[in-house]
Nanobody, 122 residues
């Protein structure tokens, strides 16, 4: 089973940008669809973005559409989340996740990283 490690979180002012990375272990990274989720304090974890195995299919939550971009480099076993025009409401712990099923069904993600904190100040 793949193991996931996120990095790239931090503190940024509203309107700024961050790029999160998620490094996956193993040599079978390209059989997994990948996603990003987030959880704000006192809120449930929510879906952010998803990407197909080949990188040709993407799916975004309405709240981030047009501001966030998910991508992957299968040669580096890494998935990215480029976050632009950040807002204070984007503040959360961001989690990378993997599934061997269809990428756009959030419920099917079953392998998770430990999370990375993103804080957006106003």
């Amino acid at each position: 089973q793949v193991q996931l490690v996120e990095s790239g979180g931090g503190l940024v002012q509203a309107g700024g940008s961050l790029r999160l990375s998620c490094a996956a272990s193993g040599r079978t990274f390209n059989i997994y669809a990948m996603g990003w989720f987030r959880q704000a304090p006192d809120k449930e974890r929510e879906f952010v973005a998803a990407l197909s195995r080949t990188g040709t299919g993407t799916y975004y939550a309405d709240s981030v559409k047009g501001r966030f971009t998910i991508s992957r480099d299968n040669a580096k076993n890494t998935v990215y989340l480029q976050m632009n025009s950040l807002k204070p409401e984007d503040t959360a712990v961001y989690y990378c996740a993997a599934t061997r099923k269809i990428y756009y069904y959030a419920r099917d993600y079953d392998t998770w990283g430990q999370g990375t904190q993103v804080t957006v100040s106003s």
